[in-house]
């Protein structure tokens, strides 16, 4: 059964119903779906619900860099720099159309907190912890070299910069492709599906979930030898309903980004840039627009719908416009934005910027594992240290045996004939030699393959089968293997965790939004009550990413 048709869902639910899984995961997010990738390719029945959609949480807000994340070496956060650094290459091996090399512009402000002695040490001992090849190591650029490398910078202020290695992705499609590779492996993965309670033997001990299947409200049992929490912002909630929240806890911070067309913000490139708080921002240029990110403030709010109120985009702008102060950008540039929330450990007197990256793995004395903060960038290996847990477990209590970590050679769905960039390069030119003859452009072909990577070819092949090869049908191909292949359920799943549309090209949305509505209909057979919440639903995402309102927020439930 290919459990990510969206036609297939009640029988996948009936399958979880009756399996006896060795490990039942809470959380659809970078960190769950890469567990559930380890767990199953060493051998184990696996189980993931998510409660929303698949990277509803915070693997689909964040900057959508795969780094080793320079500023933690300030913060002498060497372990973490060197694992997540190194962790960079394997991930691109992984899946190279969709973690993409990116060179970074680092400028040195004149009277800023680091000269060019500094940076180029600094950049040095990060290129060496992550384990850089030499011909990609960092270079220091001379100002006259800054200026052309981006000319947009500040003139007066810019003295130079240092240039160095990073990788950009989409973090929900590799969410996704994460997830889709473990289906491979058996692993049975679903979303809107939520964990309400737990099972609990005579001693005490979990021994499996309550779930209430959100679309119908029923509510089903799923049994399993281990428990895996990797629930992120609301890893605490799920401690709390297991009486096991003691000790550390999450301290969440609300992180914003904006987006820019980029022919208003046309930076050349990738920039890391110095606010006036001393804190650093990046701008990333992504084909039709740029964006600029992040905030880090302490956040109390709604966990399922953090929202970008006016304040942050005018700090996003202001240290924008002060770097770059040719754009002049103000709030009605924004054109879309999104936030997302750090489930962060609490440290008693740091603050949000201040407070360690590092994932931690809570065991309860009822057995559950919980897992949390980390980086999208160190899923794996937060992976492989939460599943050896697991398999100590398994073996010791159930004489079962598992394998070693797999991970590291798993080539993740979208990439399995495509070996590294270059391969994907060669690709996306056959692409672009099917689609351009059209009157599409190169960025359309390139958007699919960087989206989709082999899967583009399925794509293409019922695209092109159609009478009309306009964007519209395009789209409508797209959607087509969103409900085959990637278990797409709502309007949202489709135009934000599958095609990014919602931040990289909302004109699209608004533009088809109407005939994908529809296209909904038709698939799931909605009666006019579905069809009216969930186009209420999309209408107020958009509204949602697109305007940004003063001071505190309303409370507001998500789907
Ligand atoms: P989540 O993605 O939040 O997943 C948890 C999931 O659990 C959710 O989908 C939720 O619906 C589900 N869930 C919760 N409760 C239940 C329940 N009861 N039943 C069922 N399901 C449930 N890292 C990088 O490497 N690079 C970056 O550039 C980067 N930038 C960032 C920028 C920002 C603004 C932020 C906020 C973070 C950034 N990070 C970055 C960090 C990275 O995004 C996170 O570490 C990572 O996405 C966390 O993933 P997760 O799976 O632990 O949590």
Redesign the pocket.
Known sequence: MNIFDSKNRSALLASMAETHYDLVI????????GTALDAASRGMKVCL????D??????S???????GGLRYLKQLEIALVRE?GRERATVHRLAPHLVVAEKMLLPLIKGGTYGRFSTSLGLMVYDVLAGVESADQRVMLSKEETQQREPLLREDIVEGSGLYAEYRTD?ARL?LEVLKTAATFDAHCINY????DFLYNKKNKVVGVVCEELLTGKSLNIKARQVVS?????VD??REQNKSLEGKRLHL?K???IVLPHDRFPVKQSVYYDMPDGRMVFAIPRGTITYV??TDTDYHGNKERPRTNLEDVEYLLDGANRIFPSVNLTVEDVISSWA????LIHEDGKSASELS?KDEIFVSDTKLIS?????????RKMAERVVDRVAKRLKKKFDLEFGPVRTSKIDLCGATTLANAEAVKAYQKRIEAKLLPLGFSVHDASYLVHNYGEQTDPILAHFLAKENKTPLELLRSELWFGFSQEMVISPMDFFSRRTGRLYFDIASVREHKDVILEDFRTHFGWDDARFAQDKAYLEQAIEEASTFPAGRLPEAKGL
């Open positions: 809470i959380g659809g997010g970078a960190t769950g779906a619900v998510d409660k929303q698949f990277a509803a949480g915070t693997s807000r964040s900057t959508k860099l795969i780094h997540v973090d969410t599906v939520e964990v309400t990797a629930a992120g912002p609301w909630e799920l911070t992180g914003v980004h990110g992040t997302g929330l750090r489930p990256r897992i949390a903060g980390g980086k999208l960038t160190g899923y």
